[in-house]
């Protein structure tokens, strides 16, 4: 049993090891954001309900902001600036520009996150598996088609990769 | 806050509990605690992070039930086959939760203990007479979930007692029984009401409502009723509010027309 305000966790952030003393309030999102400077992650709402702050806890989907950073301690946690091979960018991050489904970029990192966490569980999903699984990240620009042909889009050629 | 403490042992959170009683919070996957932190609405003197206790984790088959450690979230109950196949209702209150990240997230548990009259996996808790598990240092009881609830936000929990599981009888499948959620969307929206039924082999029809009345009603009534007299029964046991989501006369028409749709059709 710990008691106190300021915890000491060890935690996987896209794949180096870390090691951080966190106070007991902070959340998840604001030591992404402002210790590590991965600034990917978006604090939306703050209460769960647009995805923008999502990131991957040992492979799902989890919204950043209602996840303490205590909770993290002996995770892995995977964001948008842990995707891309060096110099390069996911095949997600690229259908997502030439379908045109990013706008205002807000959401994206965290629609990016989602649909990668389903691809790695399902490479073929069908398109009511991608919006069942985009459910928790809002976009009030795009309407949702493009991002929806994008995640399609990244399946396909990621199968291909894959052969 | 003034302590904040962090375990892994069940023997620990006891002691706790004990100690600090109902100034503690108990803190699982977050999402209605950190929701109502992140906006400065709750400040608990003590808050205890449960989250590492593996002892209130699994879902485990026994004979003629599941027993599901508190701790499990939404998502490990919406893809449990056993869930899927022999206790259905509860399996689509899980999956009708949030959104796919509140789930990997949000435990069963905490829904129970933040006992919302709008908390998605109540009315199947409540239908199918599932018990919920408590423990203080002092012991362990027994309590149906159909008594567990007293109002808004309000349980039968000691101040020392923490919810360990939920044991949920099966025999509950896609084709005879169900659970239906309004919402405004199907995602990300705090149910309007919600309906959860069966249809057993004695003409029984189990039908529970949430979001209509203080805490979670069922009702049990034989097949063959006539319209008139099923919605009279329906309308009598709940006693829906007004509120941010929708008026209590809205609520009245909608969860009656849902309920006798499933007892003439079997299903919506």
């Known amino acids: ?163 | 806050m003034k302590i904040a403490i962090r375990t892994d042992n069940l023997d620990d959170l006891l002691k706790a509990k004990a100690k600090y009683g109902d100034k503690a919070l108990i803190l699982a996957g977050g999402t209605d605690v950190n929701v109502k932190r992140n906006r400065g609405l709750i400040g608990p003197e003590v808050i205890i992070s449960i989250s590492g206790i593996t002892d209130m984790k699994g879902i485990v088959p026994e004979k003629g039930k599941l027993v599901i450690g508190s701790l499990s979230t939404h998502s490990d109950i919406e893809n449990d086959a056993a869930v899927k196949r022999r206790a259905f209702p509860l399996h689509m209150s899980c999956a009708a939760i949030g959104s796919p990240q509140i789930r990997n997230t949000g435990t069963l548990g905490g829904n129970i203990g933040t006992a919302s009259p709008a908390g998605d996996t109540l009315p199947s808790l409540v239908l199918l007479d599932s018990i919920i598990n408590v423990m203080s240092i002092r012991g362990t009881r027994k309590i149906k979930a159909a008594k567990f609830f007293t109002g808004p936000g309000k349980t039968v929990l000691e101040k020392d007692e923490i919810i360990y599981s939920v044991e949920v009888p099966l025999g509950y499948t896609s084709s005879n029984s169900g659970f239906f959620k309004l919402g405004m969307r199907d995602a990300l929206a705090i149910s309007v009401l919600s309906v959860a039924w069966y249809f057993d082999k004695n003409g029984t029809v189990g039908l529970s409502f949430g979001g209509v009345s203080p805490v979670v009603k069922r009702i049990l009534v034989k097949q063959g009723l006539s319209e008139t007299a099923f919605r009279k029964k329906v309308s009598g046991i709940i006693s829906p509010i007004d509120d941010i989501r929708a008026g209590a006369g809205f609520r009245r028409g909608v969860v009656t027309d849902i309920a006798f749709k499933v007892y003439r059709d079997g299903g919506i």
């Open chain 1, 1 to 163: 049993m710990k008691k106190g305000f300021v915890h000491e966790i060890n935690f996987t952030v896209n794949g180096i090891k870390r090691a951080l003393s966190v106070h007991s309030n902070e959340t998840l999102l604001k030591v992404l954001r402002e210790h590590y400077g991965l600034t990917g992650a978006k604090e939306g709402c703050g209460g769960g309900e647009c995805g923008a702050c999502t990131v991957l806890l040992n492979g799902s989907p989890v919204n950043s902001c209602l996840v303490l950073a205590v909770e993290a301690d002996n995770a892995h946690i995977l964001t948008i600036e842990g995707i891309a091979a060096k110099d390069s960018i996911h095949p997600i991050q690229q259908a997502f520009i030439e379908y045109g489904a990013v706008q205002c970029g807000f959401c994206t990192p965290g629609m990016i996150m989602t649909a990668y966490a389903l691809l790695q569980k399902n490479p073929d999903p069908d398109e009511a598996q991608i919006k069942r699984a985009l459910s928790g990240n809002l976009c009030r620009c795009t309407g949702y088609v493009q991002i929806i042909e994008a995640v399609k889009a990244a399946a396909k050629r990621m199968k291909g990769k894959r052969g």
